[in-house]
């Protein structure tokens, strides 16, 4: 017999609001007809359904007391806690970001989406739907989707609802990123790839998820910890089902050996999806792996840390080096978030509890930097010899002597890149600090040295861009090939995260206070 | 007046950035400006001396907290400076002295197109050398003493433009650096000693601390004592200082910066008294210096290094003086003073003959002046006398009190330091009187070129009035003890000892052994002619002319080692530690290239190497925990 199940609305009115906002978005797909206008509404409607959730989950953080409050949905199936808002909080200004992103165009007013995304690249329906200025704004709900998809996934305690959660976030993504305008045929090759591979990481997830519900005959944290607390010695089937479920989340973090879709993805997404993927996910991936390993595989920490310590040394290693050698800046990025997502594993190593609020702040700088970085990719745009405005210049080489020609948005650009190298006085650097600190806590010191030599290496790259940009003569012949373009709502995006990296950087102690609050989970479930 | 006194440090330091500022606009009263603002100094010194003078002796320790200046953590320095006897008498003389040179050289720099920038240096020198003497602590100190050290720096340089004068305030900087490290050693250890830098604290607490510390502390000091008052065996620089404009070795370089050590030690009295060796070493750099720079002052021809020697040499009296302890401070002090008054009476004296003799420092070109510049021969003259200890001048009442402290004692010191003073004696008055007859007296060894003749007025003014000090001031302070009482708050009531050999025969020996020199060096250098040429030098001559060698000891041991050690340390730099970073660098790029072959783009090489991994890290799990 079917009981319907106990719902705390209120606590989850942040989801809702978001996931409302996105239905009311398909519809406008239906019944607004007019390109223009729909993109509008569109973007009103996706800003207002964020920040409007925004504003309900910073009631709500008010609301709950520091320590270990929050509100038990569904029989456990979902938590609020503060750590769930805060990563919601993030994920949906990041949300936000992207919004004002998406909407952009050029100069010549070409958004950054292909007109019609059924069309096979290169045919007459394509040259049709660009005659007709049609536009796939049904990216906006997509992108709510995806982003009440990852609010559900970093307050999910039920290994189900973690794994329906991870679809309803990963689907909407596979699809932005076959969407871009240019370069048709490398946005869906990538996309399909990220989509293959994401099957195949699910697959490999619910295998564990399987083999953990054989031994504890059930699929929420809380069960499995008390399995694994009750029986210790019996680990047969937790150990090999732990280790697939967390290769799954990996798989969305971009952990080495599970990355090789991100550089393929990144480098073929349209750029403003390639921010809110870079930032978004990885920050989802990154709460779901704190909540699973922090209350329910803890005990666990023996025959766990290896691994952990494994694929983040190999990660930072094989992200920074490959890094290296790369000559799209996109690509570039992509490697650089995959050695990010081992600076954040650092973290992990020793299980210290000051992980659950290094990690956050540590992706609230990644991403914001991150969107501002990619949203200054969208401005660097090559220019034909007839002086028609042409698709983003990713080559490193055409970036040289931006700093001339537009000394903000390249001075910017430089702020981003040193934050992601850790220089001081950038919020990268409070975040990397926070990280290792809280490794060098549970006496992790050796793998902090791994992080601490990969993020020296990694400065190579990231200032190499910036000698590139500032102190390099532009050849002559590439002195009319590049153009800065100008839309106000990626300038915006491009001030509001460089105000930010900045802020964080000098003055980071309110945000520090608020992780601090985060770092509580609510456990015993 | 007393509150006031940061007046005499920020009126100066004022005019000095005002001057360097203004620009040309300044040009045309930039010098006056400077005079003024040295003027201006001196009235508030004085002012504060007469207010001192009417207090009991007691209560003459006046305090003026300014600011507090560090606070962090367990080190906090509170700016403030310290108003006493001792430091009002330095005061006194710096300003004193300070103002008749700012005078002198706006005649003697007249045709000098930096003038201004002239007078903001000297200035500068003033405020760094005031705020030196004032301050109350050793961190305060040592900002004046960085302060003078670099206005030395800019003043020896000042004609930047011939390559060897660059070089000798490069190398007067350089050898200042090593007394600063032992000043900078000396706060460490004071620091960590006493938790302080305070004078007040510090001689509170100075009884509670291990000897063998305040040993150490009192070296340290002298090291820095022997950098700033080219004492053996960092005396190397002051030869080459004389590089500088006339006025700025009359100021710096003889009457008041190079007496900064002397000042250290004395301020220092309190460390110095608990710790013997540390006295006896510092009396031991004193005689050495004094018998060195006495023997360097007869074999040098150029007058204007002559005269630097000599005041090596006195310094090195000062310094012996301040050694011997509570006994001595208030002669070393004294005589001091004293030279200050003559000696700069000398060099304004030595710039006053330059001028007429187109610049040229050759005594052996001189010779027969005392017609040509009636002025300069009399107040050199007094000068002379004075430096000589010739009763009733100046010297003889400072320089006599040296030589009978330097008596007292037991055991070899008082033969050794004693039998030193007074053989110094003699070999003052042989270079000096040899300066002298070869300048004045003689026959005209001019080149053709020269025609002497009187400088003017706001030269010799200032020449005169230093004369005058030269003549009477010893006889002024000494009579009653004036000085000896004054300076007693802060250097200690000393008791009287008995020399070793009785005073009358100190002072006899003395005198005889002046006189002996002066007989010398008229029969050799005022009646026979004096060569126009330097002849072939004896040994004795050579090793003294050389400055005994030392510049090519220190470059032989010193400066060849360290410059190997460098270029072996940048060649190390550039293949071993700039190649390990290439090498590194160069390899990661390779290892990319490598490992960017795994980015094949084909998805079933991507899940293949996912399977392979989960394989390995199941196997790995399963069999850590087997």
């Known amino acids: ?525 | 007046m007393l509150d006031l006194t940061w007046l005499l440090i920020a009126v100066p330091l004022a005019s000095a950035f005002v001057l360097i500022l203004a620009g040309k606009r300044a040009d045309a009263w930039g010098h006056w400006m400077g005079v003024a603002a040295s003027a201006t100094a001196f009235v508030v010194g004085f002012g504060a001396f007469l207010q001192m003078l009417g207090l009991d002796a007691e209560s003459r320790e006046h305090a003026v907290h300014l600011f507090t200046w560090i606070s962090g953590g367990e080190l906090t320095v509170d700016a403030g400076l310290l108003v006493d006897p001792l430091s009002i008498s330095f005061v006194l003389l710096v300003t004193f002295v300070g103002t008749l040179i700012h005078i002198y050289s706006v005649a003697y720099m007249e045709h000098d197109p930096r003038r201004r920038i002239f007078f903001a240096y000297l200035n500068l020198f003033v405020a760094s050398m005031l705020l030196l003497v004032l301050a109350d602590s050793y961190l305060l100190l040592f900002v004046g003493w960085e302060g003078v050290g670099l206005a030395s720096y800019l003043l020896i340089g000042f004609w930047n433009h011939k390559p060897e004068y660059a070089t000798a305030a490069n190398k007067a900087f350089i050898v200042n650096r090593i007394g600063d490290i032992g000043l900078i050693i000396a706060m460490g250890l004071l620091f960590a000693n006493f938790g302080t830098l305070s004078f007040d604290e510090i001689f509170a607490e100075v009884g509670s601390v291990d000897t063998a510390q305040l040993t150490a502390i009192g070296l340290a000091l002298l090291v820095a004592a022997t950098g700033k008052s080219a004492q053996f065996p960092l005396q190397s620089w002051l030869g080459d200082a004389m590089a500088g404009p006339t006025p700025v070795s009359a100021l710096i370089h003889a009457a008041t910066m190079v007496t900064a050590g002397v000042y250290l030690i004395v301020r220092s009295g309190d460390i110095f008294a608990l710790t013997e060796t540390a006295r006896v070493v510092v009396a031991a750099v004193g005689a050495i210096t004094l018998i060195m720079g006495a023997i360097i002052g007869m074999a040098k021809d150029d007058i204007k290094k002559a005269l630097a020697a000599s005041t090596m040499s006195q310094i090195g009296y000062m310094m012996l003086a301040a050694g011997l302890g509570p006994i001595g401070y208030a002669f070393a002090i004294f005589h001091l003073v004293t030279h200050g008054f003559f000696k700069a009476g000398m060099f304004l004296g030595a710039g006053s003959v330059m001028h007429a003799m187109n610049d040229s420092v050759d005594m052996r070109r001189y010779g027969a002046l005392r017609t040509a510049m009636v002025v300069t021969w009399v107040t050199f003259g007094l000068g002379w006398l004075a430096i000589l200890g010739v009763p009733p001048f100046s010297g003889f009442w400072s320089k006599d009190k040296i030589i009978e402290a330097a008596f007292v004692g037991e055991g070899w010191q008082p033969w050794v330091f004693g039998l030193a003073a007074l053989i110094g004696a003699g070999l003052t008055a042989f270079y000096m009187s040899r300066l002298f007859f070869m300048t004045f007296h003689g026959k005209a060894r001019w080149t053709d070129d020269a025609h002497p003749h009187e400088s003017p007025w706001l030269m010799t003014g200032p020449m005169i009035v230093l004369s005058v000090g030269s003549a009477l001031l010893g006889w002024f302070l000494a009579s009653g003890d004036r000085f000896t009482t004054w300076l007693e708050p802060v250097t200690g009531h000393a008791e009287e000892h008995d020399p070793v050999l009785a005073v009358p025969v100190i002072m006899t020996l003395t005198l005889l052994l002046v006189a002996v020199g002066v007989v010398v060096a008229w029969l050799k250098y005022g009646r026979a002619d004096v060569p126009e040429e330097a002849p072939a030098p004896s040994l004795g001559v050579l090793v003294a002319s050389n400055d005994f060698y030392q510049d090519s000891f220190n470059r032989a041991v010193l400066q060849r080692p360290g410059t190997h050690l460098t270029r072996t340390l940048v060649y190390a730099d550039a293949a071993v530690v700039d190649g390990a970073v290439n090498g590194t660098g160069v390899g990661l790029l390779k290892l990319g290239e490598f490992l960017r072959k795994f980015q094949s783009g084909q998805v079933r090489r991507y899940s293949a190497l996912i399977l392979i991994a989960v394989a390995a890290l199941i196997a790995g799990v399963v069999l850590g925990v087997l």
């Open chain 1, 1 to 525: 017999m079917f009981t319907a199940p106990e719902i705390s609305y209120m606590a989850f009115a942040p989801m809702i609001v978001v996931l409302l906002g996105g239905a009311a978005g398909v519809l406008v797909e239906a019944f607004i007809r007019t390109p223009a206008t729909r993109r509008s509404v569109q973007l009103a409607l996706t800003l207002v359904a964020t920040v409007g959730a925004l504003g309900v989950a910073v009631v709500q953080w008010a609301t709950y007391s520091p320590d270990s409050a929050g509100v038990i949905g569904q029989t456990g199936y979902f938590v609020m806690d503060r750590q769930a808002l805060a990563w919601q909080s993030m994920i949906l200004i990041f949300g936000a970001l992207s919004a004002l992103l998406f909407a952009a165009r050029t100069r010549a007013g070409e958004s950054a989406f292909t007109p019609l995304g059924s069309a096979a690249p290169g045919s007459p329906e394509e040259a049709e739907a660009h005659r007709r200025g049609l536009e796939v704004t049904e990216v906006f709900p997509l992108m709510l989707f995806a982003v009440g998809g990852m609010m559900a996934f970093v307050s999910a305690t039920d290994l189900i609802a973690l794994f329906v959660a991870l679809e309803v976030f990963s689907l909407p993504l596979y699809l932005m990123a076959a969407l871009a305008r240019r370069k048709r045929l490398l946005s869906e090759e990538g996309a399909l790839k990220y989509f293959l591979l994401g099957a195949f990481s699910s697959a490999v997830f619910l295998f564990g998820a399987a083999l953990l519900y054989g031994a504890t005959a059930s699929t929420g944290y809380g069960d499995i910890l008390a399995y694994v607390l009750a029986s210790p010695g019996d680990l047969t089937l937790i150990i090999p089902g732990a280790v697939l479920v967390l290769v799954g989340l990996l798989f969305k973090l971009g952990a080495v050996p599970f990355h090789t879709w991100s550089p393929d993805a990144y480098q073929g997404a349209p750029t403003p999806v390639t921010a809110f993927m870079a930032a978004a996910t990885k920050a989802a991936a990154a709460a779901a792996l704190l909540r699973i390993v922090y209350v329910a595989l803890y005990p666990l920490e023996w025959e766990l840390s290896w691994m952990i310590w494994t694929i983040a040394i190999l990660t930072m290693a094989v992200g920074t080096i490959v890094a290296l050698v790369q000559t799209d800046i996109k690509r570039m990025l992509a490697y650089s978030s995959v050695a990010h997502a081992g600076f954040i594993l650092v973290a992990f190593a020793g299980f210290s509890a000051e992980a659950l609020s290094a990690v956050p702040f540590y992706l609230l700088t990644y991403g914001i930097a991150t969107i501002g970085a990619f949203a200054i990719i969208t401005q660097v745009r090559e220019k034909a010899a007839d002086g028609t405005v042409g698709g983003e210049a990713t080559r490193l080489g055409q970036w040289a002597g931006l700093g001339r020609r537009d000394p903000l948005l390249a001075g910017a650009m430089g702020l981003f890149l040193l934050s992601f190298a850790g220089i001081p006085l950038t919020a990268g650097f409070i975040g990397k600090f926070q990280v290792f600190a809280a490794a060098v806590d549970q006496g992790g010191w050796p793998i902090v040295l791994v992080a601490v030599l990969a993020s020296a290496a990694a400065a190579f790259f990231y200032v190499r861009l910036i000698v590139l940009m500032f102190l390099t003569d532009v050849p002559e012949d590439q002195q009319e090939s590049v153009e800065v373009d100008y839309h106000p709502y990626t300038r915006v995006v491009v001030w509001i995260t460089a105000a930010a990296t900045l802020l964080l950087g000098v003055l980071p102690a309110g945000a520090l206070a608020l992780a601090s609050d985060a770092g509580t989970l609510l456990t015993g479930l």
